[in-house]
């Protein structure tokens, strides 16, 4: 049995005021960006925490917008604005912001920022003594000599804005 319907009588179904609204595609280029590596953002998340965190503790959205806007000529001086932008070829997110997220992992492994719990909620990173430690030896050997590594992604995924695309 089929059944045909007009487009009145679907129209007709509808309830009235309701829109089903379609999420704008998003067009992307493939780009070969550049990123740190996870281990190159350990000192700068450290030292981010101890110089800007109330309680050496902040919340990761503020630790990772300081270390890609405000910091990132001290921290990252090679990374363009598009190299901000790119994303991963299957996820999309953010690629600096995914070293940074992998660096903070690390840190918990090592003992250096708190893992979440009742005292520390997820969410906030907080510094630890170990942590504080390692800044202090680092402080020590000379903050001159530190520098950042870079990986390079062939295959990363950069936003193009089109011309109706508001900001």
């Known amino acids: 049995m089929i059944i045909e319907h007009s487009a009145n009588q679907i129209k007709s179904n509808r309830k009235v005021g309701s829109k089903k609204r379609r999420k704008k595609q998003r067009l992307w280029r493939h780009i070969a960006s550049r990123a740190p590596t996870s281990t190159s953002c350990e000192i700068p998340i450290l030292a981010t925490l101890l110089e800007k965190g109330s309680g050496f503790r902040l919340p990761a959205r503020k630790v990772i917008e300081e270390l890609t806007t405000t910091s990132r000529q001290r921290w990252f001086p090679e990374l363009s604005e598009e190299d901000l932008q790119a994303g991963h070829s299957s996820s999309k997110r953010k690629i600096v912001e995914i070293a940074i997220r992998f660096a903070r992992k690390n840190l918990e492994l090592k003992e250096e920022l708190?893992?979440?719990?009742?005292?520390?909620?997820?969410?906030?990173?907080?510094?630890?003594?170990?942590?504080?430690?390692?800044?202090?030896?680092?402080?020590?050997?000379?903050?001159?000599?530190?520098?950042?590594?870079?990986?390079?992604?062939?295959?990363?995924?950069m936003p193009v804005e089109t011309p109706n695309e508001e900001k």
Request: hydrophobic share 35%.
């Open 114 to 157: 708190y893992r979440p719990s009742d005292k520390h909620p997820a969410g906030v990173w907080g510094l630890a003594m170990k942590g504080k430690m390692r800044l202090g030896a680092w402080a020590n050997r000379g903050q001159d000599q530190w520098k950042a590594n870079y990986s390079i992604h062939e295959d990363a995924l």
